[in-house]
């Protein structure tokens, strides 16, 4: 309508609670020329990005998991690696379905994950026990 043609900014806002809307930017755009849709996609990916100290950062950080990885098995010349990421907190508050123990989570990757191979777990899980 007329009335929100004319903003500037859009600001979906977390509920009182503390969910948030967990989706794509694009899911609340809508445009009718489907050529100004893909420039604007693209356009995001392309250029809206991490500082280049952050990139730097993660890239040591990968660098080191890599190294680790070929340590530990020397035949693993690229230094691959498995990640994941479990979100404990925000995530299972608004998705209680997703809600999971260690061995839950275990016997879930395990099938996937070749035996002795490195893992990085990306958590927000405080409890280092937990794992």
Not at 40 to 49: E, G, N, Q, T, V
Not at 55 to 69: G, K, L, P, T, V
Not at 74 to 100: C, L, W
Request: with cysteine.
């Amino acid at each position: 309508d007329n009335m929100h043609a004319n903003y500037s900014v859009v600001h979906f806002k977390a509920e009182e609670d503390g969910t948030r809307l967990i989706t794509d930017f694009y899911t609340f755009l809508y445009f009718e020329d489907w050529r100004q849709d893909l420039w604007s996609k693209r356009f995001i990916r392309d250029h809206l990005r991490y500082k280049d100290e952050i990139m730097c950062f993660a890239a040591r950080i990968i660098n080191a998991i890599r190294e680790h990885a070929k340590s530990r098995s020397p035949s693993n010349i690229e230094g691959s690696y498995n990640a994941v990421h479990i979100r404990r907190k925000d995530f299972q508050s608004q998705f209680p379905v997703t809600k999971m123990t260690a061995s839950d989570i275990l016997s879930e990757i395990q099938t996937l994950i070749a035996a002795n191979s490195t893992l990085f777990i990306a958590t927000d899980e405080k409890d280092k026990s937990f794992f």
